[in-house]
């Protein structure tokens, strides 16, 4: 073999093994969004709903209230997910993590943030972690939640309440839900989870 042909065997040999890095670094970065679009659209899904799934206390007096398009299977799965997936994520994820850690990640992985908690600014974000991070334990264990059926209140487009979260060995947390009358598709959550 030539020179030539040699260099143009190497050349193929790189633009392969690149393009072959350059999916799997797409398929690993992406790999968080999908699975956050994935249970967004099991939740969004109100034929498919699982039996093991429990309501927060004032569920019904939430249902004779809200009007809008999500059913309440919906917004219990929805509930339940933030509860039992996104808090202790986020606990884990932020509990020793520097406010400038938080920052980056609120920007690099916005996408990801709208699906899971349905918001939009870093202050209402870093107000979420900051509430998250003073809960304690290594592990967190869910005990119950609740809706404040006296804090429910209806906007021109969502309808607001107060869910308090009991973890086993800490105090309530206070979560303001705010549920948009409309379904929202795949790509941000349609029910906003904040704190005050």
Do not use: H
């Amino acid at each position: 073999m030539n020179k030539k042909m040699k260099k143009i065997i190497i050349l193929l040999v790189i633009l392969l093994l690149v393009s072959i890095l350059c999916t799997l670094v797409y398929f690993v970065v992406n790999t968080e969004k999908i699975e956050a679009k994935e249970q967004l659209e099991y939740i969004n899904d109100s034929s498919e709903w699982d039996t093991t799934i429990v309501y927060p206390e004032g569920t019904p007096v939430l249902k004779r209230t809200y009007e809008g398009e999500l059913t309440i299977k919906d917004i219990g799965k929805s509930m339940y997910n933030f509860t039992l997936n996104i808090i202790p994520k986020y606990y884990n994820q932020f509990k020793d993590a520097t406010n400038e850690e938080i920052e980056k990640y609120f920007y690099d992985k916005k996408d990801i943030i709208l699906i899971e908690t349905g918001i939009i600014s870093y202050s209402e974000f870093e107000s979420l972690i900051s509430d998250i991070k003073a809960l304690e334990g290594e592990k967190l264990e869910f005990e119950s939640y609740k809706l404040d059926t006296n804090s429910i209140g209806e906007k021109a487009s969502s309808v607001d309440v107060d869910m308090y979260i009991k973890y086993k060995n800490n105090k309530s947390i206070k979560i303001n839900v705010d549920i948009s009358n409309e379904f929202r598709d795949n790509t941000r959550s349609s029910i906003i989870y904040t704190t005050k």
